[in-house]
């Protein structure tokens, strides 16, 4: 029982930066695993990046690497994710997601609960 609410997409051209953000609420205490995901038209769900609360541990698929950071405000129970240089590739929904454990964190099978999304358009 964690809700999780993302906000922070929007439209921008390639080369620039959003900040997406995702606040938790409910049952948060046994979380120690957040992530993002991003789903383009017709393709599967895509993990890009995750964080291990308990450490501070972050994971990014290669394609972001460099790009992107996620990061945490305990206070506020919100993780966001910095992305800059941004591509026509980056555009997709992307899905914010929390898990108990920090395994398989790039499969989104081992998460529990998400958020409703928010679109994220790169232009050229």
């Known amino acids: 029982q964690v809700q999780l609410v993302e906000s922070g997409g929007g439209l921008v051209q390639a080369g620039g930066s959003l900040r997406l953000s995702c606040a938790a609420s409910?049952?948060?205490?046994?979380?120690?695993?957040m992530g993002w995901f991003r789903q383009a038209p017709g393709k599967d769900r895509q993990f890009v990046a995750s964080l291990n609360l308990n450490g501070g541990r972050t994971d990014y698929v290669d394609s972001v690497k460099g790009r992107f950071t996620i990061s945490r405000d305990n206070a506020k129970n919100t993780v966001y994710l910095q992305m800059n240089s941004l591509e026509p590739e980056d555009t997709a929904i992307y899905f914010c997601?929390?898990?108990?454990?920090?395994?398989?964190?790039?499969?989104?099978?081992?998460?529990?609960?998400w958020g409703q999304g928010t679109q994220v358009t790169v232009s050229s």
């Open positions: 409910g049952r948060t205490s046994s979380t120690y695993k």
């Open positions: 997601a929390a898990g108990r454990y920090y395994i398989n964190y790039g499969s989104p099978s081992s998460y529990d609960s």
